[in-house]
Each structure stands twice: as structure tokens, then as C-alpha cells.
């Protein structure tokens, strides 16, 4: 076998489960299978040469990629045999009686092009007991028997993770890379500085070994920063392999294209309309667009969903290893292309002119994702989950149809707001909605509402009321111009939400009770459930907590009928938040951890922060200041994360309470300016309730500074930026003895003590008589023995040195 020149890196695993496979009786046929590129030659060799060492097997290798006619291929296994040919039989005869009676690993590299010879292959097996046969191959061989070993490309370090460097020189993507830069360069060296730009580069190539040995050593002229800004044009970079390599992998152009020329013109086709897919595409999707690179006006349907001539397209190429099919959760297959091979079939579309249509053909697909869906009700999550799926392709439709397609942009922007919502796209959602707007001003009346509705809802999202109630009055006008019923009543109602949310009660009653009677006659039960909602909010703040809760129960009966489990799990949230309010913690506390647990399950951000704040709301007036700062602590993170900024201010007046009652109101100040100049900034103003909590926090704080110290303090935080402020509040720590106390008031409400009980537990840890006890406290000593044994069934200590044994481990000592 060749001797490789190098070591091989990252494929351990795999060559354990080829070992393991080998080792099997009932395995004779193996094809290693894969895109160029991706190491099946090596992982041969190196498989090979662990076989031969173990002395399993004699090995022979046999590189087909030179020949050309599957007819010839018999005679390289025999000149690699060292069989000659005889007068009297055929070859395929010659070599059989060669190996009839050996044990041999025949490794034939290379196979794709000459799938014909196949039936060789099965011709030997069946003749030969001790033969087994390993194959390279692009394509799988299609012979009984036969037992693929997917080669994926190489593992890469997460995007989504901070990594150190030596973790990052473990990756294997990465060992490659740097491997072959030192062989470039033996001074390069991966860094802290630079270990992060080449993990980037490796994941923009995929982790496809071929790419990242062709890109490696441009290290020669180019910093990993400057390459990375390179790889915009991949197939132009990734060129001048070694001159001792197979011409079909010295570039990775030539790579692909070996595979591409293997199709027929139909499987061509369709590998370039499918490249106008980003982030890969469904069987849903390829219907849609696929279609279109048949040569049939009306293909055959094959079980009501594809075309016959689409789907066998797909299957030569999934076979081909040119496109990948992967698993989802809901056990369906989604498909994608390497990075490289996209950006091939690309130009080839463009080549063969056929890029506008089927860019036009994929921009109707994204519409009919969004066009079913009613924008007035939340989306369910099996459909936020296929839009999520299908987001870059959304985003790349979206890129072409504002240069393109103006309308169709304002529609597609329009229809995915409420995706962009529920899911915390708020600055791209905005961003998007924007310009679409710009660009689609001769668009209809109907479609520039829906899409200023969107952008106001998201401007509302954010904390951004001035805006909101700008683009919802254009919005409203167009609805009523357009004759928009519907359209004009959920527009009022989200009009209302910003007066209330600004404190402006009375017109906000008026907005909803307008849109109510609009709901009503119509009817549609949810807007006539949200309606009941956002009335229930203003009386929440205005302190009719009762009346709030019967708007809240009429509201959630609503969400429940319509299967609206997002409104639902918002009205549990609201619903624990009144309940907290009113003084009933362990009502509130039920309801809005239940809401928690769904907002999580619904991926709801905004409701995931608002429950976590509800929660620190309750277990702060419980007196538990630890774990109130936590609950204040994921709530700002998630606020911060979406860019939201009213409630992300309101935390910050909450964190700065509990800052002042551990006796640092220097720091309680600074967030409490902080917080004030925040809501100046967006127009947001405070509720009744919330204007008291401040004023009292205020008030606390300044009594503790002075009126000096004070001023400065507040100043200094009014003048943060808004994450300035979050940055700071997310890095204090209350002092240690504020935490140990905290963990003893959560330890003795968890056992249940009464107040009685812990001062004998002090008492009792001195070792005092029940009788020394009583005349210490005023009571009986058979009073302050009952008080003793509850102390000890609580602590489930058999006797008195026990329970306190047990109270100073859960630190009530």
C-alpha cells in the first residue's frame, strides 16, 4: 500500500467502527462514502494499515481514479494481484483462482466513475469466502450486502462557545489546519489573538479536509484575518493543491466538478436550482423549487409530493454525496450542501442563465410559508419551528426581492413580524420591516398596514413607544382606507397597549373598549381575548387587583378555546403577577412558575424574562434576597439579549432595592439614574404601583447617602448607556453576610419553622434546659419541650445534639 506522508488527524472513531465492521463475518463489503474532498483515501490507508499490522487480513490497495473504462477494471485488480493473464480463461477467472483460498482486505479506491464494474465487486465476493472488499466511493455501489460508512467532514469547535486555546488546538478541524500552515510556515503558532479567526475558517469551509489543506498554507501570505475575508469566493482561493495529487482534487473547483460531470443533465439541473437554497431546504421546499430544473411541463407526482424526475434527482445526488441528508426532530429529513459545492452549483445557475427564476421561484416558496398565517393570532410552535428552519432562506429571499421584487418584499416582511416577535428578532425584524417599507410605497394599502403593523408591534416589543404609535397610525389609515376591519380593530388595540403602557389609562381604556365592541361583532374570539387582557393590565396597574383578575380568568377561557398556548401562557404570567401583587405569594408563585415553564417550552423570550421578574418580585417580599437577585439577574440577561428596555429598566430599580437594603446605596443609586434616563430616552413612563416602589427605593437611598453623595451617584448612572448599566447591575454581589442570611431565611421557610421554633434552636445549640428555655423566652417548660420535639421532627433529628448538628449544616447557625 502507498505510504501516506502524513499523519492522519481527527478520524479515530471512524477507523474503530471500520475495525469493528471487518472484524464481523457477516460483512464482506464496506464502501467508505463521501463528498471529494472529504479524506475517504486516507481513511482507507490508515484502516488498511492497522488491518495489515493486526495481521487480520493481507491488504491490497487499488487506485481506480486514473481509469477510465469500468471494463479495464478487472485488469488493474489483476496487475495489482501481480496475476498474469492466461490463454485459456478470462481475467475476472485469473483473479478468483488467485483468491480463492486467501484471506484478503481488497481496498478499491475510487469507484464512483465506474459504477458499471460494480456487479465485479459482487462476482468476487461470491467466489472468494476469504475476500473482503473496502471501496471509496462518491456514490454508494448499489450492490447486496453492502454496508456504508458515512465520512463527514472533520469536527469543528462550536460557534455558540467561548473556547481557550489549548481546547481549540484539540479540535480536529483546527489540528488540521494548523498542521499544514506549520508546514507552510513552522512558525505559525495558533494563539489566544488568532485561534478564533481560524475556527472560523474552518467552519466556513465546513471542516471539508481538501478545503482546509488548500487553504492552509495562503497562511504564506495572508494573517488568518485576511484570509478569512478571502473566503467570500471559496473555489477561487482554494486552488494550487499538490502537483503530486490527482488533478480532480488539486483545486476544490475541480473536485466538485468531477462529481457534477458524473450526473445526468437532469441531476445537473436540479443541483443548481437547488443552490439558491441558504441553510439547506425540506422535500416541501424542493417541490417548490426543484421543480422548476425538470425538463416535464407538468411532472408526474410520485405519493402526492414529488415529481418522479425531482426525486430521483435527489437520490443521485444524495448518492453522490453532493447533498447531504440529515435527521430533525420531528423525524423528518432536511437537506443541504456544503459551502462549497453551494457556491459551485451557484455559478454554474448562473452560467446556464437560470438564476432569476429560480431565485423568483424561492421567493414565492418563503411567501407561501407566511401567507396562510393569521398575523393577528400568535404562531403556534411546530410553525415558529419550520419558520426558524427555514430562516437564512427567508433572510436570502428577503435580500433579493428589496432589489428585485418590492412588493413581494414588503409581503414576505409583512407576513413574518410575528415570527420575528415571538422568537426576539426585534433589531432584524425592525431592520428588515424598514426596507421593505422604504422600498414598497406603491405597494396596496392592505400590504403597507400589515407591514407598519409589524414594524410598530416590534417598536412596542422594545420598549420603543414613540415609534410604535407612529408606524400603527400610519398603519390604522391605511386599514380604514383599504376597508380593513379586522386589520383597523387589532391596530387600535395595539394603540391601546401604548397608552396604557404610558400611563395614559383613560385613552387606553377607550382603545380597547373600541376594539372590543369591534371584536365582538365580527366576532374573533382572540382579539376579543386580548382585549379582555390588556383592560385587566390597566386595572392591574391602576391597583384594582380584583377586577384585574376576573379580566384575567374571562381572558385565559379565550386563549384556551382558540389553542392560542403563547396568549395563554401570557395570561398565566399576567395572572401570577396580580395574584403576587395582591399579597397571595403562594397563588402567584404557582401560576407564574407554570407560565415560566411554558413560556420555555413555547421559546417565548420576552414571556420567559417577564415570569423570571414576576418570580424575584415574589420572592422578594418573602424576604429571600439571594434568590430574588438571581431571578432579577436571568431576567435582564434575556432583556438585554432581545435589546428591551422597558422592562430591562424596571429591573434595575428592583436590583437597586435590593442593593440598598444590603447597605450599598451607592451602587443602588447609580442603577436607579440609570434606569430613570433609560425610560427618558424611549418616553416610557412609570405605572401608579411601580412610581411607589421607586419614590420609596429613592427615598431609602438618598436617606443613606445624603443628599450629596446621592446626587453624584445618580448622576454618574444617568449617565450610563443603557448596557452600560445592565454590564454593571449583572456583575454586583451583595456582601457574604447577606447571603448566608438569605440562605438561612430560604432553609427555615423550606422546613417549615416558625419564629418561635428558630429562637429555641438558638437556645437549644447552648445547650439550655427545656426549663432554662422557658424562663429565657416566658414560657412553660412543657411549652418550650412541644417546641423542642416540633424543632426536632422537622429536622428529622432523633435528638437535640442531632438537630443541631443538622441546623448548622443547613446553615441556621
Not at 488498511?48 to 485488480?77: K, M, R
Not at 413580524?417 to 392592505?446: C, H, K, M, V
Not at 380568568?553 to 386563549?559: K, Q
Not at 437597586?656 to 433609560?678: D, I, K, Q, Y
Request: proline share 4%; charged share 25%.
Amino acid at each position: 500500500m502507498p505510504a501516506p506522508l502524513d499523519a492522519l488527524i481527527g478520524r479515530q472513531s471512524e477507523i474503530e467502527l471500520i475495525q469493528r465492521l471487518l472484524a464481523r463475518d457477516d460483512i464482506r463489503l464496506i464502501t467508505l462514502n463521501g463528498s471529494g474532498g472529504v479524506g475517504k483515501t486516507r481513511l482507507a490507508l490508515a484502516t488498511g494499515v492497522a488491518a495489515a499490522a493486526a495481521e487480520a487480513h493481507d491488504v491490497i490497495f487499488v487506485p481506480l481514479g486514473s481509469v477510465q473504462d469500468p471494463a479495464l477494471v478487472s485488469s488493474v485488480i489483476a496487475k495489482h494481484l501481480d496475476v498474469p493473464e492466461s490463454n485459456n480463461r478470462s481475467i475476472v477467472a485469473d483473479v478468483i483462482a488467485r483468491l480463492r483460498d486467501q484471506r484478503l482486505l481488497l481496498i478499491l479506491d475510487n469507484f464512483e466513475h465506474l459504477l458499471d464494474a460494480a456487479p465485479l465487486v459482487s462476482d468476487l465476493l461470491l467466489a472468494c469466502p476469504g475476500l473482503k472488499v473496502m471501496a471509496t466511493s462518491r456514490h454508494r455501489l448499489g450492490l447486496s450486502g453492502e454496508h456504508e460508512v458515512p465520512v463527514a467532514p472533520l469536527a469543528l469547535a462550536d460557534p455558540a462557545r467561548h473556547y481557550a486555546v489549548e481546547e481549540l488546538a484539540g479540535v480536529a478541524a483546527i489540528q488540521l489546519f494548523v498542521a499544514r500552515a506549520q508546514a507552510a510556515v513552522p512558525s505559525f503558532v495558533l494563539t489566544e489573538a488568532n485561534g478564533p479567526r481560524v475556527a472560523e475558517i474552518c467552519q466556513r469551509l465546513d471542516g471539508l479536509p481538501l478545503a482546509i489543506e488548500l487553504a492552509a498554507p495562503r497562511i504564506r501570505l495572508l494573517s488568518p484575518v485576511a484570509l478569512l475575508g478571502r473566503l467570500t469566493n471559496r473555489l477561487d482561493l482554494l486552488a494550487d493543491g499538490p502537483r503530486d495529487a490527482p488533478a480532480r482534487l488539486q483545486t476544490m473547483r475541480q473536485a466538485i466538478e468531477w462529481s457534477y460531470d458524473l450526473l445526468d443533465t437532469s441531476a445537473q439541473a436540479l443541483l443548481r436550482h437547488l443552490a439558491i437554497f441558504v441553510g439547506g431546504f425540506s422535500l416541501h421546499a424542493l417541490d417548490a423549487v426543484g421543480g422548476a430544473s425538470s425538463s416535464a411541463t407538468t411532472p408526474d407526482r410520485l405519493n402526492g409530493d414529488l415529481g418522479e424526475t425531482v426525486f430521483a434527482g435527489l437520490g443521485a445526488l444524495v448518492g453522490s454525496s453532493l447533498v447531504r441528508a440529515e435527521e430533525q426532530p420531528d423525524d423528518e429529513r432536511r437537506f443541504s450542501m456544503l459551502a462549497t459545492v453551494r457556491e459551485y452549483a451557484l455559478e454554474r445557475l448562473e452560467g446556464a442563465g437560470e438564476a432569476a427564476e429560480a431565485r423568483r421561484r424561492h421567493a414565492a416558496y418563503c411567501l407561501s410559508l407566511v401567507d396562510a398565517e393569521d398575523p393577528g393570532q400568535n404562531l403556534p410552535g411546530e410553525m415558529l419551528d419550520r419558520l426558524q428552519a427555514e430562516h437564512d432562506n427567508l433572510r436570502a429571499a428577503l435580500r433579493w426581492t428589496l432589489d428585485d421584487d418590492p412588493e413581494s418584499a414588503l409581503r414576505l416582511a409583512g407576513g413574518l413580524w410575528r415570527f420575528w416577535s415571538q422568537r426576539g428578532y426585534w433589531n432584524e425584524g425592525r431592520t428588515w420591516l424598514e426596507q421593505a417599507i422604504a422600498g414598497g410605497s406603491f405597494a396596496p394599502a392592505d400590504v403597507r398596514a400589515a407591514a407598519l403593523g409589524g414594524v410598530g408591534q416590534i417598536a412596542i416589543d422594545q420598549g420603543d413607544f414613540m415609534e410604535g404609535r407612529r408606524r400603527l397610525e400610519e398603519s390604522l389609515a391605511l386599514a380604514r382606507q383599504a376597508g380593513d376591519e379586522r386589520r383597523a380593530a387589532r391596530t387600535l388595540r395595539t394603540l391601546g397597549v401604548i397608552a396604557s403602557n404610558q400611563s395614559e389609562f383613560a385613552r387606553a381604556v377607550e382603545l380597547f373598549d373600541e376594539a372590543l365592541v369591534q371584536f365582538r361583532a365580527m366576532p374573533e374570539p382572540a382579539g376579543i381575548g386580548r382585549c379582555l387582557n390588556d383592560l385587566a393590565l390597566v386595572a392591574d396597574r391602576l391597583g384594582h387587583v380584583s377586577q384585574a383578575i376576573a379580566y384575567y380568568e374571562e381572558a385565559l377561557g379565550l386563549a384556551r378555546l382558540t389553542d392560542d398556548r403563547t396568549f395563554a401562557s401570557l395570561i398565566l404570567s399576567n395572572l401570577g403577577g396580580a395574584y403576587i401583587n395582591s399579597g397571595e405569594l403562594a397563588r402567584g408563585q404557582a401560576l407564574t412558575e407554570e407560565a415560566l415553564l411554558q413560556s420555555r417550552r413555547l421559546g417565548d423570550d420576552l414571556g420567559e424574562a417577564i415570569n423570571l421578574y414576576n418570580l424575584g418580585d415574589c420572592v422578594r417580599q418573602r424576604g429571600e434576597v439571594v434568590s430574588a437577585r438571581d431571578r432579577y439577574r436571568e431576567s435582564l440577561t434575556i432583556t438585554a439579549q432581545l435589546d428591551e428596555q422597558q422592562l430591562s429598566s424596571r429591573i434595575l430599580d428592583r436590583i437597586a432595592e435590593l442593593l440598598v437594603t444590603s447597605g450599598l446605596p451607592r451602587f443602588a443609586a447609580h442603577l436607579l439614574g440609570a434606569a430613570a434616563a433609560a425610560r427618558r430616552a424611549i418616553g416610557d413612563e412609570l405605572f401608579p404601583s411601580e412610581e411607589a416602589f421607586v419614590v420609596e427605593t429613592t427615598e431609602t437611598t438618598r436617606t443613606a447617602l445624603g443628599d450629596e453623595a446621592f446626587a453624584a451617584a445618580w448622576d454618574a448612572g444617568a449617565s450610563l448607556s443603557l448596557d452600560e448599566a445592565i454590564a454593571e447591575a449583572l456583575a454586583m454581589d451583595l456582601p457574604g453576610e447577606i447571603v448566608a442570611q438569605t440562605a438561612e431565611t430560604a432553609a427555615i421557610a423550606d422546613l417549615g419553622l416558625t419564629a418561635r421554633e428558630v429562637e429555641v434552636l438558638h437556645l437549644v445549640a447552648k445547650g439550655w434546659s427545656d426549663k432554662e428555655i422557658g424562663s429565657a423566652l416566658a414560657i412553660s417548660p412543657n411549652t418550650a419541650s412541644r417546641h423542642v420535639a416540633a424543632l426536632r421532627s422537622k429536622l428529622d433529628a432523633p435528638s437535640r445534639t442531632w438537630a443541631v448538628t443538622v441546623a448548622r449544616e443547613l446553615g441556621l447557625l
